[in-house]
């Protein structure tokens, strides 16, 4: 299979290449990248007026199987996340059964393989069915095939417990991903604290929920040695204590999730069920210092915490709803809409947070477009405007809080190692 990609605006961060290029694809491989490439192609893609970058890695991704599968599975997952752009999904693993052994990890990759559109590496459970009481089997996980360790959707609160996973996770030189949040001193709240939660009569989680646990995770980070990564960054402490971390040259890492940096806490005000999630939308001035870390390269990735939820769970009580965001199908456009278009990053900063910094993080043979490589591209639209309707999701649940909101930016190809898994809106389904 060759395909022929013309006249597109290449953007690929560790050559350095922002510019006009052709590039050659053939049996899955980048052969040829250069101003004119004249070949005869079976697939020939007129790119002008496009971006041709680096297939998309999004490090964090709830897909749900095995246990929930009503609400997400790896195939519907992955045809979100091939749609959204990305190439390559790094599942958490908070299933039922948690994903804390090597079986589990090997089920997953069995099911990937067979019915995943896209790369999808495993992450293990950092203890025991998450109880947070017994390490799990970091070492065989690690052999099996998993990319980090995390105990995501809550923390490790045993210290002692965490710095024992945390050599391990040293020892197999695998990143650990850390969920920041002490359960103590969010006590029930249900959004940010603040003046919004007390306008609208509800329960508020603190800032110091999430950054108490981001300064712990950091020192043992530092005593460890391990490759340390923040998800879901909120608040403007957090984004501080990160700052001050890596310019004391240590090796951690963060992301923020695009619904945290398109909205505040105002959001809130509707009572809509779509804007509760963990952590909670925050104020004004922590979305001003997320996008500070975003330029200024504190914050080095974007990932989505796409989280599915069945409508029942939403479609309740605010107090009783579920946590969480579907984020798959918008995350490109809300970047396009909230940073590019407001010169908080330059595309190619946008690609380097979105493709190039998490293969770093993964230590994974992607996010270039480098010949000789492995051929995982998006190409995408940065000017064409939409309005999102959860109703066109490929993610089996549709609780997103962007429903109707007009963005900008829209994916036109996903190719994952040389096939064309997504074109102009329609998959090319080879299951």
């Known amino acids: 299979m060759r395909i022929l990609i013309q006249n597109g605006r290449m953007l690929d961060p560790i050559q350095k290449i922002n510019g006009i290029k052709d590039i050659l694809v053939e049996d899955g491989i980048i052969k040829e990248v250069k101003e004119k490439i004249k070949v005869k192609a079976d697939e020939v893609i007129d790119a002008r007026g496009l971006w041709v970058t680096p297939g998309l890695i999004d490090v964090h991704v709830h897909l749900r199987e095995p246990g929930y ?40 990759k069995m099911k990937a393989e067979k019915e995943a559109l896209v790369n999808v590496l495993p992450i293990g459970s950092i203890t025991k069915g998450q109880k947070g009481e017994e390490l799990s089997n970091i070492g065989k996980m690690a052999e099996a095939g998993i990319c980090a360790i995390s105990e995501d959707g809550k923390s490790v609160m045993n210290a002692g417990l965490l710095k024992k996973a945390m050599k391990y996770a040293s020892m197999f030189n695998i990143p650990v991903f850390s969920h920041c949040e002490d359960p103590t001193l969010v006590g029930g709240g249900v959004m940010n604290a603040g003046e919004m939660a007390e306008r609208v009569g509800m329960k508020g989680i603190s800032s110091d929920s999430e950054e108490v646990i981001v300064a712990r995770d950091i020192i043992l980070g530092r005593s460890t040695g391990v490759k340390l990564h923040i998800c879901h960054i909120s608040t403007k402490g957090s984004v501080q204590l990160v700052r001050e971390a890596k310019l004391r040259g240590e090796k951690v890492s963060a992301e923020v999730c695009p619904h945290h940096f ?50 029942d769970e939403k479609n309740c009580e605010y107090d009783r709803a579920a946590f ?10 809300l970047s396009i809409t ?40 998006t190409i995408i639209d940065p000017n064409e405007e939409y309005e999102v309707n959860v109703n066109d999701f490929e993610s089996k649940s549709k609780n997103s809080p962007f429903h109707g909101v007009k963005v900008k930016g829209k994916v036109k190809y996903t190719i994952v190692g040389g096939e064309i898994v997504f074109k102009n809106g329609e998959f090319i389904d080879k299951y």
């Open 324 to 333: 969480g965001i579907v984020g798959l199908e918008t995350a490109l456009s």
């Open 338 to 377: 909230h940073l590019v278009e407001e010169n908080i990053l330059t595309p190619m900063q946008l690609i380097e947070k979105m493709s190039t910094n998490p293969a770093r993080l993964l230590g994974i043979d992607k996010g270039t477009l480098r010949i000789g490589k492995i051929a995982d591209i």
């Open 262 to 311: 398109s909205l505040t806490d105002e959001a809130v005000e509707g009572y809509d069920a779509n804007t509760k999630m963990n952590p909670p939308l925050r104020s004004a001035e922590d979305v001003e210092s997320l996008k500070k870390g975003l330029k200024d390269n504190t914050i080095e990735i974007i990932a989505t915490d796409h989280a599915p939820h069945h409508i």
């Open 69 to 108: 599968e009503y609400k997400e599975t790896i195939k519907t997952g992955s045809r979100a996340a091939a749609k959204g752009g990305f190439t390559t999904i790094c599942c958490m693993p908070n299933t039922n059964p948690v994903i804390d052994n090597e079986i589990l990890v090997e089920y997953v």
